[in-house]
């Protein structure tokens, strides 16, 4: 039994927030003496990740993704515990590190290259590989200015991927690119994990994740909180992503109280999880704090990207008025015309201030699902339930 | 493999040698986009320090008369322009190198080699104009100076000298940059008051006898010396400067050593 590639023992990542120190006296003052404060990017997170399996991280904004990823590729150190990877780590989070305007394509594979690790003579013995790959030919003695964004990430990512690397570190960088080039990227991403490479994809797009990944592990507030196959991480990131925050949680002031904002699928249970077509309801339950004389509800979605899908209010007719202490439940049923991906919902309950003007008394509780669609559909929409068809004379 | 928060010094150097190929890379991509849009190219950074020795020939043997501040037997344009390569260097040097991990942001927070290399860096882009004009400086000595003589030797140990100082200070105040940006400023302040503190443009003999010691002992004043030594010959008390600036290089050097492998890894939080 070989040992892992990556070991992570209890590590931990505390950060310092300092005010700016001032240089007095030509010391250098590691530790301000008052006015810090900590925090805690990561905390006590044991991993191990085999030889070729590949693992997904997935977690919200500030859940410790990226503090994760800077430790697996050695740029910066844990506060406690031990990171010990294994072999040459490739981070594509660095997709044209070095890469300057005015060097010509050509010259550029060799600095990012060289950043990367790689000798001289590998670049030289994979360089047509890579120029192949990126597809640009014809422009490799062009000065990387006059690419498009499309061409740069194309030519940044061929050089990462030549570096045959033992451990392939994943960021963002997948969302670049057209179609068929995303396509190719991740056949080469599994070509690589055939060769026997690790690879760790940290990213918000669960589809790239569920695609890549067999292993999925959540963060939240730094900590691990799931470990395990990828659909149930991401069902377990979704359900993580629905709870309230804590600055939400503190909102006593406004006037209703929220009492769950739900998703239920076919079954009427609780979900996060739907397929095109489904029938379901989005369900919000309020109690007003003190009387509400034109209550009105207000529900939107939007795709993984934070543009808005579809909303809708009942501005133009308000419903009954609430008592103060009285309880109430809202319901939107539909129909799943979405497609494969990530979406959130946001619900809250106003009330009518004057003609055309509410006022939230809710806090905004959003609410994350994940639909997966038909394959070989893509956007945020899935406009027809029976597909593509020949019309015959 | 790295396991600590510290890279080790003996780590750190090893990984420094095993990076040389990207040192190396990096500084031929500098050079080259500095260059890169001017039609004259790599010409130009041959051609300033030849137009700055050329002026200040005219200058001083035609316009201003200044022999008497050398001593009336050397020839003055030579023994400024023996201070002012050793001082160009550092003053063109230093203010990058000490900012040369917070610079090299891009770089330091994607991908990871030991970050004395970005100091490193500026270093050697530094070297191309060292030798221009280390090369103008033995063409000016043997044609309007003394001529060239064994003691020309002196200017090996000078080059490495100061070569050395800067390195030294560059890895201590590049890591001091990381947590105080006021060493920017600090630094520029420090060289315009260099420029007079460093006998550049007099000889240690000619500040009053009080002053001199104390100038000797400026970290900058050994390189200087050493030049002068190897082209128009010594100032007097050279001896304590040369001593004086091994003594800051080693020193500091060491202490700036210190500081990149305490925090290698855990500048990039700051960044």
Known sequence: MSRPVIELQQVGKQYTKYDDTALVGGRLRVRARSRTSLFDAVRALDLEVEQGASLGVLGRNGAGKSTLL??????????????????????LISVGVGFHPELTGRENV????????????????????????SEIEAFIDTPVKFYSSGMFVRLGFSVAVAAEPDVLLVDEVLAVGDFAFQMKCFRRMEEIRAQGSTIVVVSHNVTAIRGLCDRGIVLQRGSKVFDGAVNDAVSAYYASVGEPSDDEQADEQRGAALEGFELLGPDGQPTAHLRTGDAAVFRLRVRALREVAEPVVGLSVSSESGSLVYSESNLDAPFRPLAAGESA????????????????????????????????????????????????????????????REIRP | MLTGPATPVGQLLSELWQRRALLVVLAKKDFYVRYRRTSLGVLWAVGLPVLQAIVLTVVFSHVVRADRLAGHHISYPVFLYAGLVPWTFVASVLPGASTAIVDNLGLVTRVYFPRLLTVLLVVLSGLVPLATGVVILLGLT?????????????????????????????????????????????????????????????????????LRTALALVPSAGPVELFRAGTVGADQGWHLAVAASVGWAVAVGAWGLWLQSRRDRVFVDLL
Do not use: K
């Open chain 1, 70 to 91: 800077q430790m697996l590729c050695g740029v910066t150190a844990p506060t406690t515990g031990r990171v010990a990877v294994r072999g040459r780590v490739a981070p």
């Open chain 1, 110 to 133: 060799y600095v990012n290259g060289t950043v990367l690790g790689m000798s001289r003579n590998e670049i030289d013995r994979r360089f047509d590989a890579i120029v192949d790959f």
């Open chain 1, 329 to 388: 439940t809202y319901e939107l049923p539909f129909t799943v015309r979405l497609a494969t991906g990530g979406f959130t919902a946001t619900s809250a309950l106003h009330e009518l201030t004057g003609p055309e003007t509410v006022a939230r008394l809710t806090p905004s509780n959003p609410l994350s699902f994940y639909v997966a669609g038909r394959p070989l559909v893509s956007g945020t929409h899935d406009l027809s339930g029976s597909g593509l």
């Open chain 2, 142 to 210: 043997a044609t309007l100076g003394p001529g060239l003589h064994l003691e020309v030797l002196w200017l090996v140990p000078g080059t490495l000298l100061v070569v050395a100082l800067v390195a030294g200070f560059g890895a201590a105040l590049s890591a001091l940059h990381v947590y105080s940006r006021d060493v920017r400023y600090v630094v520029q302040a420090v060289m315009t008051v260099g420029f007079y503190v460093t006998p550049v443009i007099y000889p240690l003999q000619a500040a009053p006898h009080g």
